[in-house]
């Protein structure tokens, strides 16, 4: 004879049936997130324009040093496909460089100094993740992601610590790296911000710069160059930090360390690429509007140094040349002790050595007037000038 269940255990079983439905829904959005917080979906999305601000709290270190094993194994995606972004490289620039800011009444944010051979594993990892051919490995960082959006008619793919929004995330602060899809017309250049917040307006200038000319590959770092307290070791001085005194380059000033992910990238990108580097700076000392240098000491007579100063002077830029009739006590900036400049030379040791063969780094120091949206357009007819399109 078939049980007929009582009042009270169809209630129970009713109550059952909640809680599982409950449970399934709660638990499906954590199968079906993509492989670096991506979404399943391909259609492009806009983000909100009343989304917001995360906030500019990190988790790094308070030393700027050691911390978590971001690059431990068990943490490693396979795959990353690209999150679609409907902005611009100049919106997700805005975003990095505001975080990299010190809060009200706070510190700046620090950078998180790997060891050498999680630097050097980080920037091979950034170049894969930008290949735009085949499935791209993505062994990341957890707060890394990659986006693509498109870019004066390019498609781009960007690695940074940012969320679906292309809101700032940042927990490492090793920076941002885009790459172009090559292609007729692109410039095999590469476009770099060493110095974002501490050379005013250089993040933003090198991202409209990046994408005017069609350069290829853009990188900008991930903090402030006075972020962290630890000297990097590396030859020279500056009173950056600590104005009217000459310290020690310190450990988060990307163009004077050899221990950030900054060079870790320029170096494996130097290696599988045989494009120029444009880095960009502006100060404050008593300088000609463009003061340019190959970073040798001695203005070359050919390459791209060379074309790219009179280009500049054809586009109506006064130029100083360093290694002729500059440094001056009054304008020193000449970039002898730039740790990118010094491995594409082929120093030995890029943090105390000088390099023996220049030609493919050019260190551009700049007067405010340059740097301005309105004022930057003879530094891109310059780079146009210089480097030809495929």
Request: proline share 7%; net charge negative; glycine share 10%.
């Amino acid at each position: 004879m078939q049980h007929l269940p009582t009042k009270e255990e169809r209630r129970t079983r009713r109550a059952w049936v909640r809680l599982s439905i409950a449970v399934a829904i709660a638990v499906a959005p954590l199968g079906a997130v993509a492989a670096c917080g991506s979404s399943s979906s391909s259609t492009p999305f806009a983000p909100p324009q009343d989304h917001p601000d995360s906030g500019g709290g990190t988790t790094s270190t308070k030393d700027g040093s050691g911390g978590p094993s971001t690059l431990d194994g068990s943490q490693a995606r396979t795959a990353c496909p690209a999150l679609p972004y409907a902005k611009q490289l100049t919106n997700i620039v805005y975003e990095v460089a505001k975080h990299m800011a010190a809060p009200e009444g706070g510190a700046l944010p620090t950078v998180n100094i790997p060891s050498a051979a999680d630097r050097d594993k980080f920037g091979a990892q950034v170049l894969e993740a930008l290949k735009f051919e085949g499935t791209e490995a993505c062994p990341l960082p957890p707060s890394y992601v990659v986006m693509s959006f498109v870019d004066n008619g390019d498609a781009i793919r960007l690695v940074g610590e940012l969320d679906k929004y292309g809101t700032a995330t940042p927990v490492l602060n090793w920076g941002a790296y885009a790459a172009r899809r090559a292609g007729p017309g692109t410039r095999q250049l590469v476009v770099e911000a060493a110095h974002p917040l501490a050379d005013s307006e250089t993040d933003q200038e090198s991202a409209r710069v990046f994408s005017a000319t069609r350069a290829e590959w853009y990188m900008i770092a991930g903090s402030h160059r006075c972020a962290n307290a630890a000297v990097s070791g590396c030859d020279g001085t500056t009173a950056v930090c600590s104005p009217g005194t000459a310290n020690p380059y310190r450990e988060s000033d990307t163009a004077h360390s050899t221990k950030t992910p900054f060079y870790g990238v320029h170096v494996a990108l130097s290696a599988a690429s045989t494009a120029a580097f444009l880095q960009l700076h502006s100060n404050g000392q008593t300088c000609p509007a463009a003061l340019l240098s190959d970073s040798s000491g001695t203005f070359p007579e050919g390459g791209v140094t060379f074309t790219f100063g009179k280009a500049l002077e054809e586009a109506g830029v006064t130029v100083g040349r360093c290694g002729s009739g500059f440094p001056t006590a009054s304008c020193s900036l000449c970039g002898t002790d730039n740790v990118e400049a010094r491995f594409n030379a082929g120093a030995a040791d890029s943090c105390t050595a000088l390099g023996t063969t220049y030609g493919r780094f050019i260190h551009l120091e700049q007067q405010s007037t340059l740097v301005t949206t309105t004022g930057d357009q003879p530094l891109i007819d310059a780079v146009k000038g210089t480097f030809p399109p495929r």
